[in-house]
């Protein structure tokens, strides 16, 4: 919902060179690459889908296929760390980059977000500044790294959503990319409370829509 | 020749856990893999080749299969421009980082050098710099960017391979991928300078053996 939300809002703000998305055996990444396609090609723009098999390879986490199981809870317990991707994002953005000067681009965009979360150390602030910089330095164009919601959390993306037109029955967060979302899992979590939040009706389908469980830091 | 001879250099004052190859779809990727795996093996350490079929897929580059020529004449010629693969030393180095978190390694370590071309914004000190602090800043182990042929040139680097054993001869340079080096692009000139300047034999065969054409500083 906040990669969507950032290509709704992109189509105001800038000239969208391409659309980019990430097959790296994640278990939901079958889930999510035909909404961001289906987006982009609503949109007019060019969707393309690098295939980053090498990390199922190499890597392990729960995320992944043939992972342990992705595991129940809030999205800042210490289980999440098990679904961390080493230095995913850093991966993903520096394909990203390249690909951007490759089109005479300015820029890459990514909706990281304020509440992201402090148990992945490639989602915090002292690497998003690094990495900023090296794109810059990196690169003949000096490549921005645009970060729109950073001042944002979850609840505050679900609102600018709704209020792009984003139809967000045709996002998908959950980690265990099922038929339907499971609603318990950090992810599914998360998205839930943005909804709740943000006052906008959530349109997605959950297998389980019990309690939410309470923020680890009000317990 | 610096990536094989930093990874003796590693043998003698690290603690090697993996070597990382990178198959990018250039034309001499097929010729300096197998000596890379040589050399792990001989030394009896893991060597693995990542896929990065997709930067030949998403960029253009006359280092690879498919584009332009590879240019002759000194690597620091204008024209070298047309070699560059955008972002990859990120690319590769965010890879690698990740691997070595998996790996539970310290550091990350690259034959980058002082020669190293100013014509490539992805070899700088700039963007080494800021992309070392990404690496640190966006893993739990706080990754190190190990680079310990900075203050060296290449000549200087051929000097340290030698005395450190390494068989050159079992070394790949040439950006054409030919059967045999061609001795006229602009690495085989590099090359054949850093053996000259070494005052090291240079085991290379060369296609062709014509007269070095002068760095472009002293025109």
Not at 81 to 88: G, I, K, N, S, Y
Not at 118 to 138: L, N, S, T, V
Not at 175 to 180: F, P, R
Not at 188 to 206: I, K, N
Request: net charge negative; glycine share 12%.
């Amino acid at each position: 919902m906040d990669s969507v939300t950032a290509l709704y809002w992109a189509r105001d703000s800038h000239r969208v060179c391409g659309v980019l998305s990430f097959e790296y055996g994640a278990r939901h990444n079958a889930r999510e690459i035909p909404f961001a396609a289906e987006h982009a090609a609503r949109l007019g723009f060019e969707h393309r889908v690098v295939n980053l098999g090498f990390i199922g390879e190499l890597f392990r986490s729960s995320l992944l296929n043939g992972g342990d199981a992705v595991p129940d809870g809030h999205y800042e317990d210490e289980t999440m760390r098990q679904t961390v991707v080493p230095f995913r994002n850093a991966i993903m953005l520096s394909v990203a980059c390249g690909w951007a000067e490759s089109l005479s681009a300015e820029g890459v965009i990514i909706a990281a977000h304020g509440g992201d979360h402090a148990i992945y150390p490639d989602c915090r602030e002292e690497f998003m500044g690094a990495m900023g910089e090296a794109m810059r330095a990196g690169t003949y164009a000096h490549i921005s790294l645009i970060r729109p919601f950073i001042a944002l959390d979850k609840g505050k993306i679900a609102a600018e959503g709704a209020r792009l037109g984003v139809d967000f029955s045709r996002t998908w967060s959950c980690y265990k990319g099922g038929a339907v979302h499971c609603g318990t899992c950090g992810t599914c979590v998360e998205r839930r409370e943005a909804f709740l939040l943000a006052g906008v009706t959530d349109p997605t389908v959950y297998a389980n829509l019990g309690p939410l469980p309470p923020r680890p830091g009000s317990r």
